[in-house]
């Protein structure tokens, strides 16, 4: 709460030329002490993300492109090269059919529920479309995997669901 409350008003006192470097030392030292925890260094990152204020952001300008084609394939490799399952690939696909459904109907009916509260009559297909939590739900599965929560067959089908919906 402090960092919360503290970080955004160095950013601001120190000014724009410094966005940059702080925000790549706060994100580093959050999945840092994150990882020192004992917890996943992407929660940490993820925390960071969450106290850098909007406006400081501005710098990044087209980066979502470069994260998307050089970063997010790294990613989805590493965590591929733990999948190690001992069911059949049929029960493991249709674990992560049955989740791609459960998902994509959540959803949809999310963003019906959100724009019904609004007022508003059409739902956008492309708002709908929007799937960018397949990179969380693979960092949490990674996560209960670790902690020997679920298996490594279940591991397998949320990895194949979260491409897939990906």
């Known amino acids: 709460a402090l960092a919360y ?4 008003r160095i950013m601001n006192h120190l000014g724009e030329s410094s966005w940059p ?3 790549v030392a706060l994100v580093f030292a959050w999945a840092a002490f994150s990882h020192w925890a004992g917890l996943h ?3 940490g990152a993820f925390l960071a993300g969450m106290i850098i204020p909007r406006h400081t952001t501005a710098w990044l300008g087209g980066m979502a492109e470069h994260q998307m084609y050089w ?6 490799i590493w965590t591929g090269l733990k999948v190690q399952w001992t ?8 674990a992560a059919i049955a989740m791609y459904v459960i998902a994509v109907v959540t959803k949809f009916v999310g963003v019906w529920l959100a724009y019904k509260s609004e007022g508003m009559k059409t739902v956008l297909f492309k708002t709908a479309l929007l799937q960018n939590k397949g990179l969380m739900e693979i ?10 929560i679920i298996t490594g067959d279940m591991f397998a089908a949320v990895v194949i669901m ?3 919906s990906t």
Do not use: C, D, G, N
């Open 87 to 94: 069911s059949s690939l049929s029960v493991i696909m249709a």
């Open 5 to 8: 409350w503290l970080y955004p």
């Open 41 to 43: 260094w992407l929660l």
């Open 21 to 23: 470097t702080l925000t």
């Open 139 to 148: 960092f949490l599965a990674t996560v209960l995997l670790k902690a020997q």
């Open 71 to 76: 970063l997010m394939p790294v990613f989805f």
């Open 162 to 164: 979260s491409l897939i």
